[in-house]
């Protein structure tokens, strides 16, 4: 079993395979042209795959694949049926923007994936590519529509911004309920890589939009999910993830692991540990020893949490993955 310096259970593993991505959505990517972590840096399928092994056997019971985009890795689905096949009854899911997913959603399901949450900031074509900096709301829509077709359980992420898609809450809603598809809103999370000035709905104005039209009750978390949960009458489930709510760190059970192999604890936190040099070895002892000093080190709150709202993450979430 993995217990943190603070007493807390960690179950969650949250797997980036690729800081790149074919989209730069405003609250995520850096405007300005960067450079890439260079190709061989980046851990192969087989030694992420030995330190989630690692994971596993010490008490990891559910993984994300995410990124920057992972779908822009060759060979996911191989990847996803390598970790399905050494546990049953994991929970596996994938975070992605969708716009490769009509492709390869059905190799996805084949491999053993049950679920994915695809991020869908916007309806209008001309929002869509305004956040995401490219032409993308219809690509996506086929990948949401595919994933469905191959019996993919699928949830949307929307990140809320005023003054850009802060007007298409409830439309968003109503689409996913339309499919079966439940929403996470995510309060935009301060960071420096972000465009300047944008400024993410909060909560509360959320659940104020969506009260207009709709009655709805506060239900309990899923165990440990960040994100507060409400029922509408017709018992359709819509989910907000609040990271500068003070409890929100409370029965945190996650850590992070880069594509470069870095292990971190805290999405806003800049310590970190490397896993390369043990899994490039195949050393089992030295990866799990590395899992165990960055538990001992796990922050008990993000930064957003405390009570300085200003707080801004130095830490770029295409490369942790969010
Ligand atoms: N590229 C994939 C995607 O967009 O779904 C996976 C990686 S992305 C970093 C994971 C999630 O983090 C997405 O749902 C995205 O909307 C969210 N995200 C990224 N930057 C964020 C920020 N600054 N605040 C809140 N959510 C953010
Ligand atoms: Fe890429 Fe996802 Fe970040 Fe958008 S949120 S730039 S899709 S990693």
């Known amino acids: ?9 960690v179950t969650y593993l949250r797997v980036s395979v690729t800081e790149r991505c074919n989209f730069r959505c405003q609250y995520c990517m850096p405007e300005k042209p960067f450079s890439w972590v260079p190709r061989e840096n980046l851990l192969s399928f087989e030694e992420l795959f030995l330190f989630i092994k690692v994971g596993i056997d010490e008490g990891i019971t559910k993984i994300r694949i995410t990124g920057g985009e992972p779908l822009l890795r060759k060979d996911l689905p191989s990847f996803i049926k390598m970790i399905n096949d050494y546990k049953s009854g994991l929970d596996l899911a994938i975070t992605t923007n969708g716009f490769l997913l009509e492709e390869v959603a059905a190799d996805l ?7 994915l949450n695809i991020s869908l900031d916007s309806l209008k074509e001309e929002v869509a590519a305004k956040i995401a900096q490219k032409d993308v709301l219809k690509k996506v ?13 699928v949830k949307i992420n929307n990140v809320p911004l005023k003054g850009i ?15 079966g598809m439940s929403v996470r809103y995510i309060e935009y999370m301060e960071n420096s890589h972000a465009k300047d000035k944008l400024q993410g709905m909060k909560a509360e104005e ?6 207009k039209k709709y009655n709805f009750k506060e239900i309990p978390r899923e165990s440990s999910s960040p994100a507060a949960l409400f029922e509408l009458e017709d018992g359709y489930r819509f989910g907000i993830i609040d990271p500068h709510k003070h409890d929100f760190c409370e029965d945190c059970n996650r850590i992070r692991l880069t594509a470069e192999g870095m292990l971190i604890p805290c999405l806003c936190f800049e310590e970190a540990m490397s896993i390369k ?5 195949g ?15 796990k922050p008990e709150k993000n930064k957003w949490s405390n009570d300085n709202q200003n707080e801004t993450s130095n830490r770029a979430f295409y490369e942790t993955g969010g």
């Open 109 to 115: 399901k084949e491999a053993g994936l049950k679920r």
């Open 141 to 153: 829509q086929r990948g949401i529509d595919k994933a469905l077709e191959v019996g993919l359980g």
């Open 277 to 281: 040099d043990a899994v490039q070895k």
């Open 165 to 179: 898609n802060d007007v298409e809450v409830l439309d968003i809603l109503e689409y996913a309920k339309s499919k």
């Open 1 to 9: 079993m993995l217990i943190d310096g603070h007493g807390r259970k």
């Open 206 to 211: 959320i659940k104020e939009i969506i009260a």
């Open 283 to 297: 050393d089992i002892k030295g990866a799990s020893e590395v899992l165990k000093e960055v538990l001992k080190n």
